[in-house]
């Protein structure tokens, strides 16, 4: 009878004992369980916050990309009607075929419609490589016309074209001319005050021709 009851004994605590790790990993995984509920009731609003936040700083950051995509076309293509006006007003310093014989009092009216375009709206869209051109034209012209001898005098040679090659060697050497700048010394009889002033006007071109991207090759 004893031995039969520590018999019975000793089967009841060999049950607990091969339970006892099952217990225990259910009460981990409980524990675990519990935490993870925890950090997953942090994250899930704070997750949604972050996602409201981007969400919202995407857009407020696209729309900005559109509007300065939108107002940069709308502004080059205002700049291109501009920069086409200012154009044909230098059209009396032509290389090839001028319209008209180059005089002081022709030069005189070309200031004159610069100065009208500037103000009229043709300032506003000058950038600052432009603008410096531009003054160096009006300087140029005013300096040559306010110096010649006899305003009505063609400053240019009859049946004489000026070379390419020297057009090119003008615009070289008068480069670095600004407004406010003296007259070169080498600018004296009127076909190098001619000379000087269609090389001037070219760099205004040529810098105009750059702002607007004309002569870059498409890329389409």
């Known amino acids: ?5 520590v018999l019975a004994v000793a089967a009841m605590v060999a049950i607990d004992a091969s339970f006892m790790p099952s217990v225990l990993w259910a009460a981990d995984e409980a524990a675990a369980n519990s935490s993870y509920g925890e950090l997953r009731a942090w994250l899930t609003p704070l997750g949604a916050v972050l996602v409201f936040l981007l969400g919202g700083w995407t857009e407020r950051r696209k729309a900005r990309l559109d509007f300065a995509s ?3 076309s709308k502004l080059r ?3 291109i009607e501009e920069f086409s006006r200012l154009w044909r007003h230098m059209e009396l310093l032509a290389l090839y075929f001028p319209p008209e014989p180059v005089t002081g009092e022709s030069l005189t009216r070309l200031g004159s419609d610069l100065r009208s375009w500037y103000f009229s709206k ?3 869209y000058l950038t600052q490589r432009c603008r410096e051109a531009y003054f ?24 004489l074209q000026l070379n390419p090659s020297e057009a090119h060697e003008d615009e070289q050497r008068y480069g670095g001319f600004r407004a406010g700048d003296p007259l070169p010394a080498d600018v ?4 190098m005050q ?4 269609r090389a001037i006007a070219s760099r205004l071109r040529t ?7 004309s002569r870059r090759v498409s890329l389409l």
């Open 1 to 5: 009878m004893k031995s039969n009851v």
């Open 70 to 72: 939108s107002f940069n």
């Open 77 to 79: 293509e205002e700049r």
């Open 122 to 124: 043709g300032g506003l």
């Open 136 to 159: 160096a034209l009006l300087w140029a012209i005013t300096i040559v016309a306010n110096g010649v001898e006899d305003p009505s005098r063609n400053m240019l040679r009859p049946g």
């Open 188 to 191: 004296g009889d009127p076909w």
């Open 194 to 197: 001619y000379r000087f002033v």
């Open 207 to 213: 810098a105009l021709t750059v702002e607007v991207e």
